[in-house]
């Protein structure tokens, strides 16, 4: 949930499947560029398509978006971003 670059997703597309990723999920968390990311897991549905980012950060003022990147991705069913083209189209 708190990782970086797609981490550890993957495609589930049955409960069975679901069952499994969760039994086999890092639970004491995972330590990604010296930050441990934590053991939070999150589920999200699949959309089709490019994906995108939006960059950016909360000030006093309120969201500030920075940039829009189109994400390149690994195949399936891990999603592993190789990749990504700022500012995206």
């Known amino acids: ?3 970086c670059g ?3 997703v993957t495609r589930v597309n049955s409960l069975a499947e679901l069952q499994f990723a969760v039994e086999h999920a890092p639970h004491q968390g995972v330590v990604d560029m010296g930050r441990k990311i934590g053991n939070i897991l999150l589920l999200e549905q699949d959309l089709k398509g490019p994906e995108y980012s939006i960059e950016g950060y909360i000030d006093g003022r309120g969201p500030r978006v920075v940039a829009v990147t189109e994400k390149l ?3 399936e069913p891990y999603f592993v971003e190789m990749a990504h083209t700022v500012e995206a189209r």
Do not use: N, R, T, V
């Open 1 to 3: 949930m708190d990782g």
């Open 6 to 8: 797609s981490q550890l």
């Open 73 to 75: 991705l690994s195949a």
